[in-house]
């Protein structure tokens, strides 16, 4: 199961866009193209961070390399 965190944006703490909560797990999310998978590359598209949000499952991508990710301790 994955680690709750919480998400700093430079000096802004995130919130989830739907329900307010500010706890996430998060991943890799792969940001592929129809015209890459179709080359069979799609392992060489952009990659993106993804904000899974703990209460609503709400998804939230990022492919800003400046968000900070802490650890939540539960």
Do not use: Q
Request: glycine share 6%.
């Amino acid at each position: 199961m994955a680690k709750p965190v919480h998400a700093l944006l430079g000096d802004i703490w995130f919130r989830c866009h739907v329900c307010e909560c500010e706890i996430f797990r998060d991943r890799e999310v792969k940001l592929n193209s129809s015209g890459m998978e179709f080359l069979k590359l799609g392992w060489a598209d952009e990659s993106a961070t993804g904000l899974i949000c703990w209460d609503c499952g709400y998804v939230h991508l990022f492919v800003n390399r400046d968000i900070e990710l802490y650890r939540v301790k539960r």
